[in-house]
């Protein structure tokens, strides 16, 4: 302490002795740092669900923690996407509607595309409609809402003009498209980022990270009981699963090769098995969807079970799937003899691949019988106009079916099988109820029950633009439906989970969905023909051609600017110098950590800072000889670092 003052009063006497411009800035940036400070605080207070998260963390620990925290994230992600879309899409084609704001339709040419191509007549109820048929449009996106801001079909106009400014639509669309991606993207890299940091730190001494837990772990400044109680679970949670992990990796150690032989054999035939459920589900999943596509046409509109069930059948076997898939691999991977962070690791692998690659299938399945056309005038559209004449607007009816049988399962799972099983455990002493026991709470399914929610969100917000709004109101409520259900029908995870490598695992599987996203969004934009009948993009062939329609609109000069940027003679370059810039920053580094390491023994043997510095920058390689020295200065004790620094400007 009596250091600290030194070091402060050296510093008040330097800014007392500098000019008023400094002292100026010195206080102004104090000031700054100090309102900058007291935000935070405040701004912690209006976190999302504070309360809620740290009560969690005390009853459940950190593994536990990490899913709500990752639920919360991808809270805030949908509504920021929703607004994105909103503002730039939804908004200005409702003020053009209600007539807020002029716009102009551009006639398509006849020359190019048949006239019959553009006839579409939405599915709209009209006269006297029964209850139940609005519920089934409310659950299949059909009649009533099919005309609405919800899905592509309502967005018609092509310009709108605010005075003398223009806003070009079809273009705001696909910017809007690429903007709630490019988003996504950037804001999971710089999470996981974060999370590859801790866990780097776990992964790098396993000795210093028992030390930080059991002699650096606790906050002395806690004063308050729950607090203390809080602490204490979340580290005795963490030594715990240290614990585990370190009991299995001595297991494995100890394994003969008899043990290894039958090991692997299992793993070997336990992941046969795995193949053949995934072949199931995607071959289930391919027939309910052609036969709902070719038998949608032939229900009566009179019978609406039948209507409703054949419309919902590819969202029902996809939802079965990958509510019975995950069962079966939770059940085979208890025989493997995984750690419980590898075994969480593989099932999200596994049970990811199933979701993302079921959603790939019912896509699959959807472009091939929009792309198939048997006659001249089906190839003159250049798609099934008769079947799909707004094929994007059908896409997004099973986005959003998707959407909301998935919620409906998670609500339906948690009445149904939750409560009823804590209340047998309960109240019934039967040995087989008593056997099974209170319901654990599973990080990896219901990791994966909202990162294939998300991922039909980012493929379906560009068929139907609102669907973050949903998707926001939806977890939201799924934070409120997972809280009671951990509280009152669940118990904590016989193996417990770090919370550091599940949030970057989580991410990393969250990336992969965002990436596979990527792939039909890109399709539907740049491969197959626009719906000449409705959208945005009915005067253009595909919804990319409105990006170099737009360019040859632009000025000669900034037109050649983006054409000089988009040749090899830019972009050679520039890739080339993006790989090579991380490599000079880590030379960079490296450098700089031997001249940190190397400056108290120059220091020591007589050479002021500023000589050790200049010999270094004038022979980088010279500080290598310096590497048999540096090993003794490990065990030497060395004094601070701001010491040599006073003996150099005295």
């Not at 069962?327 to 049970?351: G, V």
């Not at 959603?359 to 099934?384: E, M, P, Q, R």
């Not at 959407?403 to 939750?418: E, H, Y």
Request: include cysteine; hydrophobic fraction near 45%.
């Amino acid at each position: 302490m009596a250091e600290k003052r030194r070091l402060r009063d050296i510093q008040q006497a330097d800014i007392k002795h500098s000019s008023g411009w400094k002292q100026w800035k010195i206080a102004s940036s104090k000031s700054c740092k100090k309102i900058l400070k007291e935000v935070k605080e405040l701004s912690s207070y209006l976190e999302l669900w504070r309360h809620d998260m740290h009560s969690i963390e005390e009853k459940f620990g950190t593994g536990i923690q990490s899913y709500f925290l990752f639920l919360r994230f991808l809270v805030r992600l949908n509504f920021v996407i929703f607004i994105l879309m909103f503002g730039f899409v939804t908004l200005p084609s409702i003020l053009s509607k209600y007539g807020i704001v002029s716009n102009n339709f551009a006639k398509i040419p006849l020359k190019n595309i048949e006239t019959h191509c553009t006839v579409y007549v939405p599915s709209d109820n009209k006269g006297l409609v029964y209850f139940y048929t609005y519920l089934k449009d409310l659950l299949s996106g059909t009649g009533f809402l099919e005309v609405t801001s919800l899905f592509y079909g309502y967005y018609t106009v092509d310009t709108e003009w605010l005075g003398v400014l223009r806003y070009n639509l079809p273009l705001a669309y696909l910017l809007a498209t690429f903007g709630y991606l490019a988003l996504s993207l950037v804001w999971i890299i710089v999470r996981s980022v974060e999370g590859f940091k801790q866990n780097l730190v776990h992964d790098e001494n396993q000795f210093q990270s028992y030390c930080n837990k059991v002699f650096a772990g606790w906050d002395f400044c806690i004063t308050d009981l729950n607090a203390a109680r809080l602490k204490h679970r979340s580290l005795q949670y963490e030594l715990q699963t240290d614990l585990e992990e370190e009991r299995l990796k001595r297991k494995i150690a100890d394994r003969t090769m008899k043990e290894k032989l039958r090991i692997y054999s299992l793993r070997i035939f336990l992941n046969l098995i795995v193949i053949a459920v995934l072949s199931g589900c995607f071959y289930s999943i391919y027939r309910a969807t052609v036969f709902s596509q070719e038998s949608s046409s032939d229900v009566s509109s009179v019978n609406f079970q039948s209507n409703l069930i054949v419309q919902y059948l590819p969202s029902i076997v996809i939802t079965l799937a990958n509510f019975i898939a995950p069962q079966i691999f939770s059940f085979l991977i208890r025989f493997e003899d995984y750690s419980p962070a590898f075994e969480i690791r593989l099932k999200l692998i596994r049970c990811v691949f199933m979701r993302l690659a079921g959603i790939g299938v019912l896509l699959f399945s959807l472009w091939s019988h929009i792309s198939y056309c048997a006659t001249d005038k089906c190839k003159a559209c250049g798609y099934n106009y008769k079947l799909y004449p707004c094929w994007e607007s059908e896409v997004g009816q099973e986005m959003y079916k998707l959407m909301i049988f998935d919620f409906i399962t998670i609500l339906a799972v948690t009445l149904f099988v939750g409560f009823p099983r804590k209340l047998l455990v309960t109240h019934c002493s039967c040995k087989p109820v008593q056997w099974c026991g209170l319901q654990e709470f599973e990080i990896s399914d219901n990791v994966l029950d909202i990162i294939y929610g998300q991922t039909i969100c980012w493929i379906g917000t560009f068929f139907s633009p609102l669907l973050p709004a949903i998707a926001t109101i939806k977890y939201f409520i799924i934070f409120y439906i997972k809280k009671i259900s951990l509280i009152h029908t669940c118990k904590p995870a016989a193996r417990p989970v770090r919370a550091s490598s599940s949030n970057f695992f989580f991410l990393v599987v969250l990336l992969i969905g965002l990436i596979l996203a990527f792939i039909p969004l890109g399709v539907s934009i740049a491969h197959i023909p626009s719906s000449k009948a409705c959208g945005p993009f009915r005067n253009f062939n595909t919804s990319w051609a409105v990006v170099p329609e737009t360019v040859l609109g632009l000025p000669t000069g900034l037109r050649q600017v983006l054409y000089g940027i988009a040749s090899e003679a830019f972009a050679v370059p520039f890739f080339v110098l993006h790989g090579a810039f991380p490599s000079y920053c880590t030379d960079t580094k490296q450098l700089l950590d031997q001249v940190f390491h190397l400056q108290p023994k120059a220091s020591k043997n007589g050479c002021h800072t500023d000589c050790w510095l200049l010999s270094i920058v004038r022979n980088p390689m010279g500080a290598k000889s310096y590497s048999s020295e540096t090993l003794n200065l490990i065990s030497e004790e060395q004094p601070p670092p701001y010491i040599h620094l006073e003996q150099g400007r005295n």
